[in-house]
C-alpha cells in the first residue's frame, strides 16, 4: 500500500491525466458523432457503454505496450513516436480528421463506431501513458494506468468544452504538453535496455542509469519538442493564408 503513497506515483498520475486530456480531446468529438443520431433516451446509453468500451479497450493496448517496451530497441522507437507527437501537439495541421464518423440511430451500432474510432485514434495515447507508467516502478503501472485513465476520461467527455476553452485562453498548456511528452521520450530512451543493460547488445553503446541521467535526457527531449515544434509552426501557412494561396 505504500507504494500508492509515493511522489513518483502520483507524478506518473498527474502525467496520465493530463496526457489523456491533451491527447484525448478527440474521443469527446468522436462519442458526439457517433451518438448524434440516437434518440434521447439512447443517447446516454451509447455515450456511457462506448466510452467504458473505449477505456477497457485502451486498458488492454496499454498492458501489451507496457509488456512490450521491456524489448531491446522498442523505448527508442517510442520515444521517437513520442517525440513527433509532441512537435505535433505544438504545431497542428489544419484539417478536419472526423470527417468519416459515421452516425447510427442504433444503440449498439453507434458503441461500435465509438470503440472502433478510438481503437484507431488512441496509438499516441497508448505510447505516452505506458512511457509515464515506466516512471512509477515496476510493482503498480497497471493500477496506475487504470486509476489515470478512470479519472480523465469522464473529464474528457463531460468537460471536453472547458478543457478546449481553457487551452484556447491559455496557450501555454498545450506547449506544455507537448513539452511533458519530449520529457517522457528522453527518459523513455535512456532506459531502453538495449543502452541500459551492459550485460547484452554489447555492441550498443551504453548510457549510465543515474538520475542525473535520466533528468537530462527528459530535458534535451521537452526542449527538442518546444524547438522543432515552434519552428514547423513557424513554417506552416496559417489558415486564412491556405485558403487564399
Same mark, same amino acid.
Given at each position: ?12 498520475? +498527474? ?8 491527447? *484525448? +480531446? ?51 522507437? !517510442? ?6 507527437? +509532441? ?7 489544419? =484539417? ?8 447510427? =440511430? ?32 515496476? *510493482? ?7 486509476? !489515470? ?9 463531460? +468537460? ?7 487551452? =484556447? ?7 506544455? !504538453? ?39 535526457? !527528459? ?27
Amino acid at each position: 500500500m505504500e507504494q500508492f503513497l509515493t511522489p513518483e506515483f502520483w507524478v506518473a498520475v +498527474g502525467q496520465i491525466i493530463m496526457i489523456d486530456i491533451l491527447l *484525448g +480531446g478527440d474521443n469527446a468529438v468522436v462519442i458526439a458523432l457517433a451518438c448524434r443520431k440516437l434518440p434521447p433516451a439512447q443517447r446516454t446509453k451509447g455515450i456511457l457503454w462506448g466510452t467504458a468500451g473505449a477505456i477497457l479497450l485502451r486498458v488492454i493496448l496499454i498492458f501489451f505496450a507496457l509488456t512490450l517496451l521491456a524489448i531491446p530497441f522498442l523505448k527508442l522507437a !517510442g520515444a521517437i513516436l513520442l517525440l513527433w507527437i +509532441g512537435v505535433k501537439l505544438l504545431a497542428p495541421e489544419h =484539417d478536419d480528421a472526423h470527417g468519416n464518423i459515421a452516425a447510427s =440511430d442504433k444503440l449498439w451500432a453507434a458503441v461500435k463506431t465509438v470503440i472502433i474510432a478510438d481503437l484507431v485514434m488512441s496509438v499516441d495515447n497508448v505510447i505516452a501513458i505506458a512511457g509515464a507508467a515506466q516512471g512509477a516502478g515496476e *510493482g503498480h503501472q497497471m493500477p496506475l494506468v487504470v486509476f !489515470g485513465l478512470l479519472v480523465s476520461i469522464p473529464i474528457i467527455v463531460w +468537460g471536453s468544452q472547458l478543457v478546449i476553452k481553457l487551452m =484556447d485562453r491559455f496557450p501555454m498548456i498545450i506547449t506544455l !504538453g507537448g513539452m511533458l511528452l519530449g520529457w517522457i521520450a528522453g527518459t523513455m530512451a535512456v532506459s531502453d535496455p538495449a543502452v541500459a543493460n551492459a550485460a547484452a547488445w554489447t555492441w550498443v553503446p551504453k548510457i549510465p542509469q543515474s538520475d542525473v541521467v535520466r533528468y537530462a535526457a !527528459g530535458v534535451i527531449g521537452a526542449l527538442l519538442v518546444l524547438v522543432i515544434g515552434k519552428w514547423v509552426a513557424s513554417r506552416r501557412p496559417k489558415p486564412s493564408e491556405a485558403v487564399t494561396a
